[in-house]
């Protein structure tokens, strides 16, 4: 199932993609190596998923994706996951679908130093305990930055808000060409942990060549 996009205020754009394959040179670093199932930072880009949808036993499921630039204001972007339809073939529908999103951004993007990230998500009949998000991005095989997120308890069958706050590295002026001309090379994994057990895994991939 996808996102929707509402337009946007600042230098980005997205669309939601089907499942992909990654593809890289560099070993797979094994999830059996990670202290307390934390993903290594060292490892590139993830392969593979490393947790399917059914191991998201919580259900929980982010209904609203909305970043700000925290020096001026300016909503960049707003995504909203469309109401679900029980029409179709189930059978047609790929169980990685929703887990993987396409950004597309401009120039512009890569000079902002800190963002705010408003996520809604909406949780099951189990309670929540010690909700928490870790998120590497790359490009190619070099980390960029890591960030470590919490969410705390969230109650059953619940509708959750928060904002997280992103504090991007000043990159150098070489590095950001390099963005720049090789789009789809940036990448990024985010693991999803209840008390220190993995529940989800979603991927993302950006572009920065976008018109101005």
């Not at 094994?30 to 191991?55: H, M, N, S, V």
């Not at 700000?68 to 995504?79: K, N």
């Not at 189990?126 to 928490?132: A, E, K, S, W, Y």
């Not at 904002?163 to 090789?182: N, T, V």
Request: aromatic content about 14%; hydrophobic content about 30%; proline content about 9%.
């Amino acid at each position: 199932m996808g996102l929707e996009r509402r337009p946007p205020g600042g230098p980005g754009c997205w669309r939601h993609m089907p499942h992909r394959r990654w593809h890289r040179k560099s070993p797979v670093c094994q999830p059996a190596l990670w202290p307390r199932q934390e993903p290594c930072e060292a490892c590139g880009p993830r392969l593979d998923y490393l947790c399917g949808p059914e191991d998201n036993v919580y259900n929980i499921d982010f209904t609203r994706f909305k970043i700000r630039d925290m020096e001026t204001g300016t909503v960049l972007f707003e995504i909203t996951k469309p109401p679900s339809s029980n029409k179709g073939d189930k059978r047609d529908v790929d169980p990685n679908a929703g887990r993987f999103v396409r950004y597309q951004f401009t120039p512009a993007f890569l000079r902002l130093r800190q963002v705010g990230a408003t996520v809604e998500f909406t949780v099951g009949d189990l309670p929540i305990n010690n909700f928490r998000m870790i998120e590497r991005h790359y490009f190619r095989e070099q980390l960029l930055k890591s960030f470590d997120f919490e969410f705390g308890f969230c109650i059953p069958s619940s509708k959750n808000t928060c904002e997280h706050i992103y504090e991007f590295p000043a990159l150098s002026e070489e590095i950001m060409r390099e963005m720049i001309h090789h789009p789809y090379e940036t990448q990024s994994d985010s693991f999803y942990f209840v008390d220190n057990k993995l529940v989800m895994h979603n991927k993302a991939d950006y572009s920065y060549s976008g018109g101005p």
